[in-house]
């Protein structure tokens, strides 16, 4: 009888304790993870891996060889700036609580990481290691722009530029999606940054690139990239980088970042033989620096989706993105002769706003997708990731404009036409990326 009674006991409690963790989910949510934490240290140093190195290389290889070191200069100078930055106040602005315009902006109570401790979790992980996963979003979105501005820009005009601009843009833009802002609450779908990083970045640059002018002798005395190997080794690490940057946001090592990494490899083949495909019908042959560039595209454009689409998603995203990217790149050099350089909106903007549409589309369970918010429809799902886009891209072009005239009344933006003949890399830093004597 005795047995009995400890029998019911043991059961009574134990139905008790399981009873209270279920109806306090927080409770439940607050203990580490440590395969979490792992996975996301881990995703860390890829998504700063694609900057460093990966970026800077892959745009140095595209310029002129006498551009190469302030190039990868930009690069890494961006990488330091918004670290710091980041800590000071930008992680504060987008991701602590902004009190009564939390809506629209977040608060300094986290500013210096005030008040976040080794003890301080994210979800299942250390705040302080989300802290640099998101960090490492914010050091590539203005490094992102480097690729408008190449060979004309000084030096202290980028370093001004990306400091302004990752307060005024990229903190509310970030906040509005990721920190609990008015787009999250409207319900807009952006796993990891195709608004926050390629729409903010791409209408930057392309704004940027029509207040800084054309680079002398554009279009027709415009040089081929001096090192495409170069090209080719950064976008191998972009790839590689990648993983980290899509799989990672899930910020869990579960089955939604496998499905996150599937499709990211998948949207990214598609677009790097799309493009090849189409230069080898255009001009007889495909280049390296082509298929390489279609790879960025469709990496950019499955991002926004990744977390939402299934490899049916993946292949069409790339599709699209190999064409209409490619397609982009042309319009903004031939026929409205902008000089962005290398092809930041057309490859990032566009291919960021591709994958914001279309996951709309292959979101939906009917499409081998993760499905749709309850009570969501593709139209009604469309109309909010319009919002999004028309929204975001506003902020940045304006604000990219007005920070642009600001810097260029407190230290200029362009760099002298005899700067610019001897090349950034003597002019700005007095080295040179290859010595040939």
Request: glycine share 12%.
């Amino acid at each position: 009888m005795k047995i009995k009674n400890c029998s019911v006991w043991s059961w009574g409690l134990t139905s008790f304790l399981l009873f209270f963790i279920a109806i306090n989910p927080a409770h439940a949510e607050s203990k580490l993870s440590a395969g979490d934490t792992a996975w996301i240290l881990t995703s860390t140093a890829l998504v700063l891996f694609m900057t460093l190195p990966g970026l800077a290389l892959f745009y140095g290889g595209l310029v002129r060889s006498r551009n190469v070191l302030s190039v990868l200069m930009h690069c890494f100078a961006i990488a330091c700036l918004a670290s710091v930055a980041w800590l000071v106040v930008v992680y504060s602005l987008a991701f602590s609580d902004g009190g009564g315009l939390n809506s629209y902006i977040g608060g300094l109570s986290k500013a210096f990481l005030t008040g976040v401790t080794t003890e301080s979790l994210s979800g299942s992980i250390p705040e302080t290691v989300f802290f640099m996963f998101q960090m490492t979003f914010a050091i590539i979105t203005p490094a992102l722009i480097v690729g408008a501005f190449p060979e004309r820009i000084k030096f202290s005009a980028v370093l001004l530029f990306s400091m302004i601009w990752l307060v005024v843009v990229y903190a509310p833009a970030c906040h509005w999606v990721w920190g609990g802002g008015w787009l999250s609450d409207l319900g807009v779908m952006d796993f990891a940054g195709g608004i926050v990083v390629h729409v903010t970045a791409g209408v930057s640059a392309l704004v940027l690139a029509v207040v800084l002018g054309r680079r002398r002798g554009f279009p027709s005395d415009i040089r081929p990239p001096h090192n495409p190997g170069m090209t080719v080794a950064g976008a191998c690490m972009l790839w590689v980088g990648w993983f980290g940057f899509n799989a990672g946001s899930a910020l869990a090592a579960d089955g939604n970042a496998g499905m996150a990494m599937v499709v990211t490899h998948i949207s990214a083949a598609v677009a790097s033989l799309t493009w090849a495909f189409i230069e080898w019908i255009k001009f007889g042959k495909p280049s390296v620096v082509g298929i390489v560039t279609g790879t960025i595209a469709g990496l950019a454009s499955i991002t926004p989706a990744s977390g939402f689409v299934g490899p049916i998603g993946a292949v069409v995203i790339g599709l699209v993105a190999g064409f209409v990217c490619q397609w982009f790149a042309t319009w903004i050099r031939t026929t409205c002769k902008i000089d962005d350089s290398l092809d930041v909106f057309a490859v990032h903007g566009v291919g960021g706003i591709i994958g914001t549409l279309l996951v709309a589309v292959f979101a939906s369970e009917s499409f081998g997708g993760l499905g749709l918010a309850e009570g969501a429809t593709i139209g009604s799902q469309m109309l909010v990731q319009i919002t999004g886009i028309v929204t975001v891209a506003i902020l940045s072009g304006i604000a990219t404009w007005i920070i642009a005239k600001i810097v260029l009344g407190l230290t200029g933006l362009r760099v002298s036409e005899e700067e610019e003949i001897d090349g950034l890399d003597i002019s700005a830093h007095g080295e040179r990326g290859y010595d040939l004597s």
